[in-house]
């Protein structure tokens, strides 16, 4: 039986591009990033924004047993992926329609519904949209409490200005480490610190 967790490059190219999202969807590096962290991570999940990601991670972590957690604020695509979560029978993933809303210097997810595990050991961070107000800062504010030492943020665009300003300004509310991962497709790895 083939790892899940393992895709080559080639598949990741079709699916990217027959998932028909290209300027928003994930990219070959990221992807597999959140796959070799989903392998190698155990507890609750949260992903901000859903997408490819959450279809290939979904089909991953299938018998894992896993709690997978994500955020949609879009009404297209949080009916397309309810839709397809349905069609692949992935009932590991935990969909929310989460619109946003104003919060003090920020939009996030209106998550006062949504049924939160204590803590999140990873979380996939590619939304809400960069032209949303504030960007992704809400994640750490809004999540605080559930960030634990180890705690995992795959933090997806950060070759943008934005995305580099928002890691700055979470260095406020959390201590961690930054590793930023490849060139083309850059995204940071941050690793809460006691």
Known sequence: ??????????????????WSNQGYSGQITYLKTCLQFAKTNSGSYLECGSGLST????????KSGVNYIAFEN??????KMKEVLFKFQLKNVNLYHTPLVQKEGYDWYDHTNVPLPET???????????????????????????????????LDDTVREEERSVIEKWKSYKKFTVLFNDLQDQHAIITIQA
């Open 1 to 18: 039986m083939e790892d899940p967790f393992t895709v080559s490059d080639e598949l990741l190219k079709k699916l990217i591009v027959g």
């Open 120 to 154: 999140f050991s990873l979380i996939i961070c590619d939304g809400p949209p960069g032209q949303t107000k504030g960007g992704r800062l809400g994640l750490v504010p809004e999540m605080n409490s559930k960030l634990l030492p180890g705690t995992v943020i795959l």
């Open 55 to 62: 279809l290939l991670l979904g089909i991953a972590l299938k």
């Open 74 to 79: 879009n009404d297209f695509w949080f009916n």
